[in-house]
């Protein structure tokens, strides 16, 4: 069995709160877009659950301009392109 | 009695299906996972507030172990995310027994630690580790979180239990744990 892992997708607000939300009721919005968590062993079977999504897999400076661009996605992202787009939007709180 | 060669290939599939010693911990990823409490705990002056965790990597600056809804308390990393950081309303805050130096106590890096902060007053807490929406998030395995109230255990979420997924139910009183943004890849070995 391979191993399990945590992938990400930013998908558009509009296309979330259409058909998304109660599947991933708790994504969080980044830069005006929601990241959906799943695992690889899931990715196959959202492509044949979503026939007509075009999955993309960009480097996060890439889905960091296509987000900029307003395109539709999904921009599928590991952990890691995940957090640099994350801290890309949102840079870390500063606490006192 | 087993081979030993082949009980060392048995065991890890005897083992999900039988029982045995295999213990897991829910590894948080750091970027949209934390233990949301099902009703917040409204803590007292001099509770004792205790959490587990796997020593490792800390990813994000000022990473949140514990912290109330007011952040009036809160125990973090420092900005590096090397240290423990301590904000002054919880009191006597140590690791693994030994007072934690604000500031100065690294986190470890491996093994199993647990911290533990006594309350200065009342607090409300609704989540363990970050709050949602935060940037704070930590990126270890937590597990038994516990408040103690005069020495006596008032609340006890073990968030160690595989089959319960993303719902932890506790082992002493009635508020639970939920980790939003769940899957099935959070879970690791101990």
Redesign the interface.
């Known amino acids: 069995m391979s191993k399990l892992y945590q992938l990400y997708a930013f998908v558009t607000a509009m296309g979330w709160a259409e058909s998304l939300s109660d599947r991933w009721p708790d994504a969080p919005l980044v830069g005006g877009y929601r990241v959906l968590v799943f695992t690889n062993a899931d990715y196959p079977l959202l492509k044949e659950q979503y026939p007509t999504a075009e999955f993309k897999e960009l480097t996060a400076e890439q889905t960091i301009s296509a987000i900029d661009a307003g395109e539709i996605g999904p921009f599928v992202c590991s952990l890691e392109q995940t957090k640099q787009i994350m801290n890309h939007y949102s840079p870390p709180d500063e606490i006192n | 009695m087993l081979n030993p060669i082949l009980g060392s290939i048995l065991s890890p599939i005897l083992k999900p299906i039988f029982g045995g010693d295999i213990n897991y911990v829910a590894q948080l ?5 934390s233990w949301q409490l099902t009703s917040p705990i409204t803590l007292i002056a001099n509770d004792v507030v205790e959490l587990s965790f796997v020593g490792g990597q800390v ?4 990473a949140m172990f514990l912290e109330s809804d007011s ?1 009036n308390l ?1 125990l ?1 990393t420092t900005a590096d995310s090397l240290n423990f950081r301590v904000k002054a309303a919880f009191g006597t805050p140590t690791l693994n027994s030994q007072l934690i130096d604000n500031n100065v106590t690294p986190i470890p890096s491996s093994g199993n630690n647990t911290i533990s902060a006594a309350t200065v007053g009342e607090e409300i807490m609704s989540y363990v580790t970050s709050r ?5 998030f930590l990126n270890l395995a937590v597990y038994n979180f516990r408040v103690i109230r005069s020495g006596a255990v008032i609340h006890e979420i073990p968030l160690n239990n595989k089959p319960q997924g993303a719902t932890q139910l506790a082992t002493v009183g009635n508020v639970n744990a939920f980790m ?7 879970w690791k070995e101990l």
């Open positions: 990823d750091g970027a949209t996972q990813s994000n600056a000022f952040r809160y973090s949602s929406g935060s940037s704070l939003p943004n769940y899957t099935e890849a959070v």
